[in-house]
């Protein structure tokens, strides 16, 4: 994950600094240097990453059904004292080890770079570091070196408290359970894991805000946010967002095909209730083997999706005559319409790109059309967004554009728009 | 083994060498040059740190896999362990199938008859007074014993007794572990299926391997396995072989119950003429003639159709019905689902009578609740016992971990498809380049 991660950063923020580097050389130079920069940062910020990600967040890298961590919201006297507890070791453990690992590696990174960068670059002075009021030129490295260390330690800390405050605060909320038996049901596993993520996330947008609100002007507009958004998803997903996230896909997979209910949790719970079910671990079984096979044996084929094929079938015709329609009545239009041109080839092309321009319109409509259908009305009637595209009503839609397109692609024109 | 203080010492000097040989870099590298090297200063300060900080957290995990602290925690498993096994057998009874017999207050307990098996040793005499009797069973095979019975006999809920006398009886030096043999996956050894299975999420979910692993090798158990019948076929002789070279190796006081369908049992005996290492093999019969007109008499009370059955046995139809229903589970069945005796009697099979018996039941049990659409409830159920089959597959195209347990994390690979990953990745590379640059 460090390397990842290490490549990724070194990626986006070694090329700039490469590029900034060979600045007034070839473009092969410029490439070069770009290239090199990129890998060594990216390989120093990979280190960087897979240990301390490595080290202080390696016993969260737990799979989401194995996941230990439970959200706890303080509400006792007893719990708030373990929230403040655990909390003061979280923001201590990102502040000490975050910080201090992650600054003294910086810190070495930076001033070894802005060494290198002293060294070579010449008589030009170097605007971003000054040393008494004065830009830093050739024959002051060691000023460099320093000033270098000196920033990216205090990169490094700042980062790590931080990291800390919302390491210290998730910490403080997820606490992990001492029992050696975490029985639950499917439904609790669930909802744990998506708990745990959605506090990831949270805490990785938090922040970001935080480092967004206190950077200076010199950060891009976002960065803060962006950083914390990745690194937000990039935990929440590592701690039950991937069960989560696959689980959705299934289920609605399987709804959709009408193996099982949108709330597959609450019908095995159902099933429990009706007796049909006994609870086995974190599964269920059914009562007797019995009535497992004749539950199988009296299976028949799913008719659904045989009857949603069927079903839009028509709609699906309907709108392919549409589209063809769209694009004989455009090509039409450029060649007996009114053009600038007067050879059948040149007329022929404007028409084809009329039809083509008029395809992309009514092909970005009806997603956005289909799409808000879906959302607000046909999602709650058990709809699929297959079914909500290929429908009788979005033909009309559809149809309508499609005479809007024409339309104001004849009016327009004539009325001098 | 690495000592306590030895432990606390090789942090200390890590620490202790990083601060000085900072200091001796500084002085070094200034009386070498003129003035102090900060670049090797920094590096080995940082180098330093993270060796110290790796140190420690090796010696954390390590000191969490100290055998005094498996020990401590195996202590702690056991009585969560034994929480588990009551709430999923005994404790779970009146639940199960036999529920709704007990309105009747009939005794209906099956009989036991011997399995003669030339290869079993010669189990202790049984008195035909307690010929009903399990835990008598049990005890006369020497704790090693087999027990056979047609689906639906009470040999799980035989099991459940077992388990409920020896948690009773020997709770504090040993648990009654209830294991589902479904689970069993061709292990290169029994005791490896145990600790998978109680670490698995369809059996314990133990969560440190090296925990369960040393519950297993205590030997601080019973062992009750229940069905044999539901190992695939081809993995039955490498389950038997298993089994018997774990069984030699236990202590005689640790007992071994197996349950296994009868026809199931036979085919294996036919097929491998030695293995399961058992001491006697015991077989649930099905409900005697008195034992089946009491029942009858009794549900005749709340229904007089029930009388036919009573006073048709002569007919064909009669005995074919008399016949299914002394099976206990089939009896409960027809109560549960409210089934018409003149139904039965309608039916020219006795498959048909069992079929019909099960379609009564769950035609009840579905179209008396408001949640879900009978014809929608049956469609999800079947869906979900043919992914138990191996007849389906998970939209992620996987099939069910277990044959009897459905669990819906089973729908879902434990990794995201390197599809998803890429998309992630791909997210991230965006994420951070708009930070970054």
New interface residues.
Partial sequence: MGL??GL??G???G??FGRGFAQGAGLGSALVSGLVFALATGLLFALVYG?VFG?VW?PFKR?A??S?LTFVWPSTRRQLVDFLRRAVRGLGLGLL?VG??FG??M??AF??LT?AYVNVEGERPIPWFEVQGEALSLGQP?QG??LG?LVGLIFGLILGLVFGLFFGLASGLLESRS??????T?KE??SRSRIAALTWLASGLGGGLVVELGSGKDW?M???L??G??LG??FA?RNGG??V???K???R??ARA????PR??D??E??ID???????????????????????K???P?PREVEVLSETRGPKLALAGVFLALIVLDIAQGLWGETPYSKFGSRLAVGIGMALHDLFRLALIMPVVSGMDYLFVMRRQGVSFREAVFSWPMVAVAGVVTLLLLFTGLILPALGG | MVGKNTRRVIPLVSATLTILGSVIAFKLTQSLSGSPNLPIVGAWMAVGIIVTYMLSRVQARSQEESPEAIKERVSQLEPELRKQVQARSYGARRQLIEAPLRELDRDITPRLGWVRDPRLIEPEPLSEKVADDIVVAFESSKRRMLLVGEPGSGKTIAAYSLIEYLDNTEGEERIPLLVNLSAWEAQNTFETFLVDYVCSSVGYEVHERAVASAFIGSGRYSLILDGLDEIPLRLRQLFSEGLDAFVRGLPAEVGVVVTCRTQEYEEMLAAHSTGLGLVQAVEILPLTRAQLDSALAELAKLDEDWEALLSQRHLEASQRARHVLSNPLFLNLAVAGRLHPGELLECEEEQKVRDLVLDSYLDRTITEQRQYAPVDARRYLSWIARFLNGDEVSPFSLKTSDYTVFDLADLTPPDPPRRYGLLGGWLWGWASDWAWV
């Fill in positions: 990842g991660i990724g950063l990626l986006g923020a090329l700039p240990l080290l390696g799979s059904v194995s230990r080890v201090l690992i003294s590696i810190g070495l001033g070894l060494y060691i070196l320093g260390l029992v050696l038996i975490t029985s639950r499917p596993t669930y891009r976002g960065a803060g962006g950083l958004l990745g998803v990039l997903l991937w069960f996230l696959l689980q896909v299934a289920h997979r399987l009408g193996n099982l209910p597959p949790y019908f095995l159902w099933g009706m007796q049909i079910f006994r609870r086995v671990g974190g599964g269920v079984r059914f009562r007797h083997n019995l009535i497992q096979q004749q539950l199988a009296l299976h028949q799913q």
